[in-house]
Structure formats: C-alpha cells, structure tokens
C-alpha cells in the first residue's frame, strides 16, 4: 500500500456542527502533516505530528484539533468553523521516499 | 522562515519546452521537490533535489544550486495535459522534524 487516503472527499458543515477528518497510511510513515489549501494558492502547513506527537503546529486555531490515535491514522476535528475556513485540506506523510499526499477532502462551511 | 519564489504565470505552446525557475532562502535544507497540481485535485510529486545537479525523469527535469538557492523544472514536448499549477516546495529540517514549505506556485498554460 502506497496511499494516503483522506476520507470523506467532501464535506459540506454548518458553523455550529462538530465534523472529523480522517487520513490513513499504511506505509509505516512516522511524521503525517495536515495542510490547508485555499483556491488558487499553495498548500498552507497547519500541523506535523512525528512518532505520534504533535511536533509543528502553526498557530492554527483552536477550532481545529488534531489527533493522532496510532502510527497509522490522523483526524483533524473541526467544531465551530467559519467560511473563510472552507478549502481543500490535504494529509500528508513522509518516508524514504518523500511526500506523499491524499486527495484531500473539499470542506465548505456555511 | 523560508521565501520561495515562483513566476505566477507561464504560457508555452504544445510541443515546446518551458522552465519553470525557483529561488528560495532557507535554513536546515533538507530537500527541494516538485509537484503538479491540477485545479480541485492533490499535488501529483514530480521530482526531488538534494544534491546540487539535473535529476532526469521521462520529458521532467530538476535542477538544484544549494549554494544559489535555485531551482528549476524543465518539461520537454509539451502536451495540452500540462496545463496546470507546478508548485516548488522546500523541505526543511526543524526541531519539530521535517517541514515542506510551498512556493506560490507556476500556473502554467499550453497553448496550440
């Protein structure tokens, strides 16, 4: 298996909902990034988790929470967002081969 | 913090060649890779530099100048499907492990 896969690939969530996204690798990668991508601009780092820690975090805010239950698994659950955070939120993970990127999920806040 | 710089926008015509440039300021290289992306999908990996040279694969090329923080992507025999985003990004060793930094990114389109 060389996938990140990101599910749902969509989602559409009310300001006052509570949603999770979900990426899963089994490559036996130990650091995964979540990245938020809006259009027309380049990926934008939110949070690299290494061996299961929470390593980078770029002052993102608190409405979004990662967590990283095993080697294998990243959510990132989202509770009283706002429009401007609707965009394209990519996972990631490295190894020896590089980065490699799910297909991200489209998120639309209304 | 990294600067990585891109032109925003490039036009070449099918079957032509283009070289997309990037320059960058960065502490703790670990890495400089390539990517395409297609509007509304994920970036697709095209190459990887680490050490200075031209790394060659099928019509894509990458080239690397650690000590002139540049790079550059060639495509060769340009085809419609080349119509995209190509997206420099710089990996980078920090205290909290590896980093990827995107560039703004080359809107790159093939014209008949």
């Known amino acids: 298996d060389t996938e990140v896969t990101q599910t749902p690939k969509h989602l559409v969530m009310g300001m006052t909902n509570k949603k999770s996204l979900k990426c899963e690798q089994h490559m036996g990668h130990r650091a995964m990034y979540w990245y938020k991508q809006k259009a027309k601009k380049p990926p934008e780092l939110m949070f690299v988790?290494?061996?299961?820690?929470?390593?980078i975090n770029e002052s993102v805010p608190s409405r979004f929470s990662p967590e990283c239950p095993n080697s294998s698994l990243l959510n990132l659950h989202l509770h009283a967002l706002q429009p401007e955070d609707s965009a394209l939120y990519l996972c990631?993970?490295?190894?020896?081969?590089?980065?490699?990127f799910g297909s991200g999920t489209r998120l639309t806040v209304v | 913090g990294q600067n990585i710089d891109q032109p925003t926008e490039m036009t070449a015509t099918e079957g032509a060649i283009v070289q997309i440039n990037c320059t960058y300021q960065?502490?703790?290289?670990?890495?400089l890779f390539w990517y395409q992306q297609h509007a509304g999908e994920a970036p697709t990996f095209l190459s990887y530099n680490v050490l200075d040279g031209l790394e060659e694969k099928g019509r894509f090329s990458s080239f690397l100048s650690r000590s002139k923080g540049y790079s550059y992507l060639l495509l060769k025999e340009l085809q419609m499907k080349d119509s995209a985003s190509y997206l420099c990004?710089?990996?980078?060793?920090?205290?909290?492990?590896?980093?990827?930094?995107f560039g703004t990114g080359t809107q790159l389109k093939v014209e008949l």
């Open positions: 988790y290494s061996y299961e820690k929470l390593s």
């Open positions: 960065t502490s703790g290289f670990n890495g």
């Open positions: 990631a993970s490295i190894g020896t081969g590089g980065y490699t």
């Open positions: 990004a710089v990996s980078e060793l920090t205290g909290g492990g590896n980093k990827l930094t």
